[in-house]
């Protein structure tokens, strides 16, 4: 698989990360929703915990949607694959 785009999206304690790659002529799309939560490491203060995966085709994104709770992540999805678009 090749990686297409990476993208990033920071709000307040949560960190919304897609990955979009090809493979075959298929897009793939990986969402991943993390949080800060304290460390339980000494030397550190905080560390993100992974909330929320979920991988999927480009081609059920709108059937996928719906298992997603996050308004701010279906917005970054869709956001998201508009660049993808846009970029092919």
Known sequence: MNEILTDRKNKGNVTYRIVVSDSAGDLFVRVEKLMKVR??????????????????????????????????????????????????
């Open 39 to 88: 460390s339980q490491e000494r030397d550190k203060k905080t560390t993100k915990k992974l909330v929320y995966q979920k991988s999927f085709n480009i081609l059920d994104f709108n059937t996928n949607l719906l298992d997603i709770d996050d308004d701010t992540l279906i917005q970054f999805c869709i956001d998201t694959i508009k660049k993808v678009k846009t970029n092919d």
